[in-house]
């Protein structure tokens, strides 16, 4: 059985902030701010996302209660290269015991490594689902037999990935244009679908329409963590797109939250 997301929601609508490129990434991209997890708790609570995701460590030592927590169960560096894997590195029973009201796990298709990360998450969605715990999972087509993980195929094929797997919600990039998400959103048929951020686009108004037009496609949100917290003011970023994403304002409108 499907477990609802319905903790994240608002208005069947869901924001997600993603804090867990420190192992991802490394800490190149955080600044003096975002570099300590308090200050990203404190933006989580004060900008009132629905959700915020957290690798063990963070949530142990900096986790404290004010929004829903999504724990992350696998993750890897990109000190690593070549086709990509992502082991599991933390247990669905430690995700109930630091309080997480979701859990998250990245897949890989197209990776040569990519039955490992299925046979892994087909176990931890078993066990999550029997604690009522939604999963998450990224699905990000990635490998040497992947061209360009953007294009409307790609995307879409990491949707019905995601479906056929068993998630109860799946975070893909942007394919580019409403039409191509829309047909994504559709592959995902009863899993949610979140897009991810990304890397700081060139200028927030091109954010803020990507956005725009992910939510025109059918998506229940996004799940973004640079474009909110490298942006010049954080709060008034995430105001900007919680009023397109739960409230449906226009682009336009969306704006004058920035200023
Ligand atoms: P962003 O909005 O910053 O792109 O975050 C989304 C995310 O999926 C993070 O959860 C994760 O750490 C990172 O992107 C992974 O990025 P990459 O595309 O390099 O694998």
Redo the contacts with the bound molecule.
Sequence with gaps: MAVALNEFLTNNRGILL????G???GPT?FNEFSVDPQFIMDLASKAGFNGL?LQKGLAEKYYDGRIPMIL?LNGKT?LVHGDPVSRQICSVEEAVSLHAKAV?Y?IYPGSIHESIMFREFGKIQVEAHKRDLPVIT?I?P?GKNIKDDTSSDVVSYAARIGLEIGSDAV?I?YSGTVDSFRWAVKAAGRARVFM????LANSEKDFLRQVREVMEAGATG???????W?SKNPLKMSEALKRIIIDDWSLTDAEKALV
């Design positions: 993603a804090y867990d490129h192992i991802e990434h991209d995701v992350k990109n998250g990245t990224w990000y990635r975070k990039k991810s951020g990304g890397p996004v799940a973004v963590g640079r474009n909110v490298q």
